[in-house]
């Protein structure tokens, strides 16, 4: 005999009981439908953001104490890239600033300001091109810190003016000027005379022209000082290159001045010109004392800081 389970309540407690469980399996998808969303959500959150939040507590990790600033408008926080321009106004507050990757502070702190780098905090408080052409300037400098300006060119010019009078002084070397020895009147870092003043001119001729001086231009360099002895203030030159390796010294015969050329340059963070001869280069040479001389290889040039002043001032001003 079979036996038949039947409802105690009926067919429609069989019916309610169908719907429960339809529902229910209806709404396990549904949840199920949802957590599968919810976690798609979740990675692409993840994907996004992870990397973000991972290099901003690297970067917080690398950031030691002293690259930590306040800024001064929000009050907040910051941590200055290492390889960033970072200016402290205040050590105990730490309050100060953190110039761009391509910028420089220019100025004094706090008045100062970040400038592309290159650039030059002007007195308008703007940052402008030094003067004489873009060349890269040193930050941290006061406006109008010195009254004479060095010479920078560019790929026009070297920087130099024809008929202008300057202090030449050899580059990264605490301010040495090019004198000269004596009795031999040889030119040699420092030396027995100072505080030469040196025209550019075109010719020795007398007409030593107007202008600026291009790349190309050949010039040769009157030495306004003249020899020591000298009472009739006669015309000197820098000269006594005929001969390759022999010693540049003063002359005072026209045809043995001697040509130069000379190209835009920088040394570390000053603006220099790159002076060869006509065909041949320049360089110094070891001794006692260390002179300097031509070469015949075009492609060795002396780097030298020309300092522009007035051709009459014989009192040599300070910077």
Not at 186 to 204: E, L, R
Request: glycine share 10%; aromatic share 6%; hydrophobic share 30%.
């Amino acid at each position: 005999m079979v036996g038949v389970i039947k409802s105690s309540k009926g067919p429609q407690s069989l019916l309610f009981t169908l719907q429960f469980l339809t529902e229910s399996r209806s709404n396990l998808y549904v949840r199920r439908n949802r957590l599968e969303l919810g976690m798609q959500y979740l990675f692409v959150i993840t994907a996004t953001f992870l990397p973000f939040l991972l290099a901003a507590v690297q970067a917080q990790e690398e950031c030691g104490p002293e690259r930590i600033y306040v800024n001064a408008e929000s009050n907040a926080q910051h941590c200055c890239s290492p390889g960033q321009d970072l200016v402290i106004y205040d050590q105990k507050s730490r309050v100060g600033v953190c110039c761009g990757v391509d910028q420089d502070y220019a100025g004094i702190a706090p008045n100062g300001k970040c400038c592309p780098q290159g650039q030059i905090l002007g007195a308008d408080g703007k940052c402008t091109n030094p003067p004489g052409g873009n060349c890269p300037s040193c930050p941290n400098q006061p406006v109008g810190a010195c009254r004479r300006q060095r010479a920078c060119g560019d790929v026009k010019t070297n920087g130099l003016k024809y008929g202008s009078c300057y202090e030449m002084t050899f580059p990264n070397s605490g301010g040495k000027q090019m004198g000269r020895d004596w009795p031999s009147d040889t030119y040699i870092p420092d030396g027995h005379v100072q505080n030469i003043i040196y025209k550019i001119c075109q010719s020795t001729d007398g007409a030593c022209g107007t202008g600026p001086v291009k790349p190309t231009d050949t010039f040769v360099i009157e030495d306004k000082v003249g020899n020591e002895g000298d009472t009739t203030d006669v015309q000197s030159w820098i000269g006594n290159g005929a001969v390759n390796g022999a010693s540049l010294a003063l002359t005072t015969i026209a045809t043995k001045a001697a040509q130069f050329q000379g190209t835009t340059s920088c040394s570390k963070c000053t603006c220099v010109v790159a002076l060869t001869g006509v065909g041949r280069g320049l360089s110094t040479r070891d001794g006692d004392p260390v002179h300097i001389a031509f070469s015949p290889n075009p492609r060795v040039t002396l780097d030298m800081e020309f300092t522009e002043l007035p051709c009459d001032d014989l009192d040599f001003p300070e910077d």
